[in-house]
């Protein structure tokens, strides 16, 4: 976990840069992989203390802010309200895991041997099942992602009788 503390009207302070730090080192064991955390510690009117939090988890961002008379006070505070945010997260997604069943890859008759349009996109790594859930929100036909476990590109897409199918590549991105 890299953490990156700025101070804003305020003097930098070893205590409260150590405080900072191990009270937002908590928050790793809720999350598998490595988050890069901003943290902005601002006084305003010379008695306000002011801390923002914000980083990216999963390609969505999780901003917190917390103003207090105290700057101990308020680091807690906002450490205890990415606590809570992190586990409904958590959960979320592993209800939603439970709930969907395991995927069946069915091969596609269809082929299209004519290219219309050209454009580059970014294969977000995702697990099926969110990429299933993106696509039912978005609207679109399909769903290009990068598959979490595996490494390799992937697309989803639905089907005229209303399933969903899954086209695996055997390759990896760099």
Avoid at 58 to 77: C, L, S, W
Avoid at 96 to 104: Q, S, Y
Avoid at 139 to 152: L, P, V
Wanted: contains cysteine; hydrophobic residues 35%; glycine residues 4%.
């Amino acid at each position: 976990m890299e953490i990156t503390i700025s101070f804003r009207h305020l003097e930098p302070d070893e205590n409260i840069k150590g405080y900072v730090e191990e009270k937002i080192a908590r928050l790793q064991r809720y999350i598998e992989m490595p988050l890069e955390i901003h943290a902005v510690l601002s006084l305003e009117r010379k008695y306000r203390h002011r801390i923002d939090v914000s980083f990216m988890l999963n390609g969505v961002p999780i901003n917190a802010r917390e103003v207090m008379d105290d700057m101990y006070a308020a680091i807690d505070k906002i450490t205890d309200k990415l606590e809570r945010r992190l586990i409904r997260y958590r959960e979320k997604l592993k209800t939603h895991r439970e709930t969907k069943p395991r995927r069946i890859t069915q091969p596609s008759g269809e082929k299209s041997s004519k290219i219309i349009i050209s454009r580059t996109i970014d294969a977000k790594p995702m697990d099926p099942e969110e990429a299933v859930m993106q696509l039912e929100a978005s609207g679109d036909h399909f769903i290009i992602f990068r598959d979490r476990e595996k490494g390799n590109v992937c697309v989803i897409y639905k089907r005229k009788d209303g399933n969903f199918s899954i086209i695996e590549t055997s390759g990896k991105i760099a």
